[in-house]
């Protein structure tokens, strides 16, 4: 069965240091989405995708946080530097083009960072 | 903007019925979502309703009201394994279909 993977599973970094995460979504789902996830509270989406192109990042903090989707597949989150309240989780999810009606959204296991 | 409330937490009896409530407000509204997540896992999707009226799926059912703002799901027979936390999720009706989620409904189904 198709999954969406993300890795890796958990990471412990240093505050001020730099953190990547990496997605590959189902194949052929042209959306693409990162939420972040507080303990106890719903996913925040951080950035979505249309192929390669950012379609809404309003609630991304640019001064630390990019994501990029060069070739419209796979996508990398990054934050630098780290702070003490970026510790969450964080999901990728995919979906069928959202703009043609796709609702479905599949979320991979996504990547618990602790900052300490 | 969109918001969303739901109770934060729900108990029920094994073999019973419950029905988890989620209320939103939006400035432009496409479509509403049911999600599970088992504690320490991701998201699964159970039902999209774009219009109003009762959906089913299984012993899973959601049912939407668009002019109340107002959605439940509903599940029946529960087991044990259907402790979880249940996320309502609203799509708007721009070109991005961007999704805001609710911060979820922790259902403890007791023997």
């Known amino acids: 069965e198709a999954e969406v993977a993300q890795s890796p599973r958990y990471k412990i970094t240093e505050k001020s240091q730099a953190v990547a995460f990496w997605c590959d979504p189902i194949s052929g789902h042209a959306t693409l989405y990162w939420y972040r996830q507080i303990l106890g509270q719903g996913p925040e989406l951080l950035v979505q995708f249309q192929d390669e192109s950012v379609v809404d990042d309003s609630q991304l903090p640019k001064d630390r946080f990019s994501a990029e989707r060069l070739k419209g597949v ?3 989150l990054k934050i630098q530097p ?3 309240g970026d510790s969450a989780m964080y999901l990728c999810a995919s979906s069928l083009n959202s703009n043609r009606g796709g609702t479905e ?3 991979g296991q996504g990547t618990r960072l602790t900052v300490v | 903007g ?3 409330e739901q109770p934060s937490e729900v108990t029920a009896v094994e073999g019973a019925i419950v029905q988890i409530n989620c209320t939103y407000q939006t400035s432009g509204f496409y479509g509403l979502s049911w999600y599970q997540q088992h504690d320490g896992g991701a998201p699964t999707f159970l039902s999209y309703n774009a219009l109003d009226g009762l959906e089913e799926t299984g012993r899973f059912s959601s049912f939407l009201s668009r002019s109340k703002g107002y959605s439940y799901l509903l ?5 044990m394994k259907d402790s979880a936390s249940y996320l309502c ?3 708007d009706n721009t070109n991005a279909g961007k999704s805001t989620f609710g911060d979820g409904t922790t259902l403890t189904v007791k023997p």
């Not at chain 2, 599940?75 to 087991?79: R, Y």
Request: proline share 0%; hydrophobic share 50%.
């Open chain 2, 89 to 91: 999720a609203v799509r």
């Open chain 2, 2 to 4: 969109q918001s969303l």
């Open chain 1, 105 to 107: 959204a599949f979320f």
């Open chain 2, 75 to 79: 599940l029946k027979e529960l087991q």
């Open chain 1, 82 to 84: 780290a702070e003490l």
């Open chain 1, 74 to 76: 796979d996508s990398t």
